[in-house]
């Protein structure tokens, strides 16, 4: 039985539950982990790159990783000073003031909101695809994948309302076993890659690092967003700043950790991927048309059973995404309700289970409407969704990088030393600087000029969501200005962006510690 004292601190100042502190460094890496699915993302996300610049898909990947990389220190220094259930919400907030703090944690609401209609989309069409390969459901007709992916949701939301705990580490090992079968495939085809024993004699060429002729070098940055798609959610584990034991600590090892190990797994994917389907056009047109890349290359280079059984693990890897979607986007929803940015009833913790049931149920419903538009409004299909809803997350992604990046520079390189922490090396200005430039060209030259048809979707509703949450904000301004002196009595977080939290200082400076 808690005493009374353990009782208090498990409050808020409201007298509401506190979101429960038991996370290690491992459950970090496994939201982080779930929420970038690279099962998921090596086995669909390369076609959309290759649509722009074909063989090259591989370039585009290097030059995400890069990116990537940049905004990877943005959140490790963030985090080694702040730990806060809102993520960019809590951190943009504290370095840049309310206002922004608020558009940036609507804005990447939206990112996951979106990405959890893009993943449980990607996991309704493997699903659908497995039941016809088993002869289970003959010919599924286009709106299978609609039907399986909504089917999905409800079990999600049933487990997003599980303690974390359980939930972090059962997506762990199911990546982890995807992840390991398929970088068997990728090293069993490298091998007959190598001695052109495939299918079709193909082997290894440079060609992968070679623009299409006719294609220029800025068209990279057109395909480098399905490159950001795949590493989207390294930094998901920021949301679990208030349930991690040692959050200035293992947040930043979790976040760098899957940052280097997702850039290093997808360069290798990629090129193996496309070498294996061949660099020809024809190649690149089985490439982009390929129902799951690694399960195709299994089927052809290997057996079919073990094709079949790298679809199951991409429609699984799939499904937890979007779960781990569901998650952070609870978490920025309960920290904005919570803060009365949103209904009040959005930011409370259930007193048994001690998670946001409330803000969860809010982002299941709102990927059924988003689906329910596009399947009954729009008569589209699962695979456009599924590339609109990745576009439109990643574009209001970048653009939250880019604020991240933006208020981490001025807290760090501009504010008073932290106490007790070594002064930051002038010199390390150059990374987030660099940042901005690879992040803001990239939302540059995918918003300009403008895309027309199907395309015309994906930057026009990011803008939008944006639009949305400045407009809140500036018609809300004593809602906003509530939120920020919640935010500042928020645990972890600083009155100046100058100052250091109580209690942190001792984490040290280096990204890793």
Sequence with gaps: MATDSQAAAARTTTGQPKLRRNLSVWEAIGISLALMAPSMAASINPQGTATTVGRATPVAFALAFVGVLLVAYTFVRLTQRFHHSGSVYGFVGATLGPSTGVVSGWALTGTYTFYAVTTSMAGGR?????????GIW???????????GLIAMVVIWLVAISPVRGGTRLLLAAEAITVILILIVIAIVFAKLLGHSGPGKLGVTSQIFSMPTGTSASTLFLGVVFGFLSFAGFEAAATLGEESKRPNRDIPRAILGVAIFGGIYFFIVTAVEVMGFGTSAKGITTFINSTSLIGDLGTSYVASWLGNLITIGAMISAFSCALACTVGAARLVYAMGRDGVLHTGLGTVAERRRTPIASSLAVVVAVYVIVAFTWAGLRSNPFTLFLEAGTIGTLILLVVYLLATVGMTRL???????????PVRRWELIIPALGIVVLGYTVFRNIWPLPTGVAWWGPAVALAWLVIGIVGVLIRPTATRRAGQQLLKAEGLSGTPAAEPAGVAAAGGDPTS
């Design 138 to 148: 003959h010919n599924p007709p286009a709106w299978s994948g609609f039907l399986i």
């Design 126 to 134: 493997f699903a659908s695809n497995f039941l016809n390969a088993l």
């Design 412 to 422: 760090v390189f501009f504010g008073r030393p932290a106490a007790g922490r070594p």
